[in-house]
């Protein structure tokens, strides 16, 4: 039942039309300070900011809602988010991994010489790159 619970979360933020989506990892402590932030940030430009997820591990699942994408909005919120979590010593990719949106931002969270190290194991393993090619780290650290 609380999954489910969990899951209509989601299916309802998207009613509100448009949903900016990121999935952080944070200190416990301040899990759920961001949502606190944005919401002040954004005032009304956004209609809801929600945030959920693992209390035990940290990981927020942090929801933007506005009637429909907005260049403006969305840069009030980026790099704004990804800052504000490093500020915290939190990570900027939690539990969805890196992807191709987050391989670029990764920065804000790992120091180069960890960067570095993430593609030397990387070409180690994949020495051809054919393992999920793109999607998990910036081209060059």
Partial sequence: MLWALRERITEAL????????????LPVERLYDIVTDLRARLGPHAKHVVGYGHLGDGNLHL???????????LAALEPHVYEWT???QGSVSAEHGVGFRKRDVLGYSKP???LQLMQQLK???DPKGILNPYKTL????
């Fill in 112 to 114: 180069p010489g960890a």
């Fill in 86 to 88: 490093a500020g915290q």
């Fill in 63 to 73: 929801n933007v809602t506005a009637e429909a994408f907005s260049p403006s909005l």
């Fill in 123 to 125: 070409a180690l393993l």
């Fill in 138 to 141: 910036p081209s060059q650290a």
């Fill in 14 to 25: 998207s009613r509100d039309g448009y949903v900016y989506k990121y999935d952080l990892s």
